[in-house]
């Protein structure tokens, strides 16, 4: 049985993300004062005992054109004893309908096993790129007496700026900016590298020291860091409101196009639909048959548009743990 959880279950949700990651104390406390809330938080139990949880944090999410109210799938933990009893599917069958309520048509996560989280209709719609360099050039080097509402106006500034390239980022409120950099440089110990330009900010840099090189976590503007860098899969998405997506990409479409999605999880998905003259109406026959998955790759503008339809844009997508 899945429900939400309740103030008495604080004590085995960070028991559980303590069994479950490998994070240090003192980020496991910081992180339950200032990102828990059992209204966004699900428990699964096994015969009455809490086994499983995981937690849905709200966040803006730029997909195209539109701004969309998002869940990312965070701290899902099972307790070892209970593993291998389906506590994740009740957590995903209980979560599903909550998200549509809370008219959220897209969900994120960052998966520990791709597959596991494909039998719940997620499929890869980013990549990311690890940088590291050996050295950081002289520079502007901020650090945790820095941060104040002036720093994390200028940061957002240029993030801002610099996603207008990109798609399926994160809209950063300022409390999410604030988190951000309490993690970044206070639990962390890490820093930003500035770059300015006839005293103007036009760049930085976040990043963390590890043994002898820089783990360079973001870099936004113009970045003048020698760095290696490696590209490797990243997070995941699902559509849960597929109707409600259609409906936003046929705005700028004039085509004509039949499509039948097919949602083994969601049944509100399973839909026949046509798209034409900038409208969404159910049909009888299709032109192309979509699972979930390959139908949120296609929003995301993972794949490419095989319909060749021009009603799904390839995209350069972006996320980062951060977010």
């Not at 998200?99 to 597959?115: C, D, E, G, T, W």
């Not at 980022?169 to 309490?182: A, C, G, N, P, S």
């Amino acid at each position: 049985m899945a429900r939400y959880a309740a103030l008495k279950d604080l004590s085995f949700v960070k028991e559980a993300w303590r069994t479950c990651f490998d994070d240090p104390d003192a980020f496991v406390d910081w992180n339950f004062s200032k990102n828990y809330h059992p209204e966004n938080t699900i428990i699964s139990e096994w015969k009455g005992t809490p086994a499983s949880n995981m937690q849905l944090m709200p966040y803006r999410l730029r997909l195209g054109k539109k701004d969309y109210s998002v869940n990312y799938v965070s701290g899902v933990a099972t307790l070892p004893d209970f593993r291998k009893r389906g506590l994740v599917r009740d957590l995903f069958t209980f979560a599903f309908p909550e998200m549509q309520k809370r008219n959220h048509p897209i969900s994120l996560l960052v998966p520990f096993n791709y597959a596991f989280y494909e039998k719940f209709g997620y499929t890869q719609c980013y990549n990311r790129i690890l940088r590291t360099a050996d050295f950081l050039p002289e520079g502007k080097m901020l650090s945790e007496p820095d941060l104040n509402p002036s720093l994390i106006h200028l940061l957002d500034t240029i993030y801002r700026k610099e996603m207008q390239s990109k798609n399926g980022y994160v809209l950063r409120t300022i409390k999410d900016w604030q988190l951000i950099l309490e993690d970044l440089l206070i639990l962390s110990k890490g820093g930003i590298y500035l770059v300015e330009q006839e005293g103007r900010p036009v760049g930085y840099t976040l990043f963390t020291k590890k043994d002898a090189q820089f783990e360079l976590h973001e870099l936004c503007g113009i970045c003048p860091i020698p760095h290696h860098c490696k590209t490797e899969p990243f997070a995941m998405a699902r559509i849960i409101d597929a109707c409600q997506i259609l409906k936003d990409l046929a705005e700028d479409f004039d085509g004509n196009l039949k499509i039948k999605i097919t949602d083994p999880q969601i049944s509100k998905n399973d839909l026949c639909l046509q798209i034409k003259d900038q409208s969404v109406t159910p049909c009888q026959t299709f032109d192309y048959s979509f699972d979930i998955q390959t139908f949120t790759a296609l929003v995301f503008g993972f794949c490419d548009d095989f319909t060749n339809s021009g009603l799904f844009q390839h995209h350069q997508n972006y996320i980062n743990l951060l977010l």
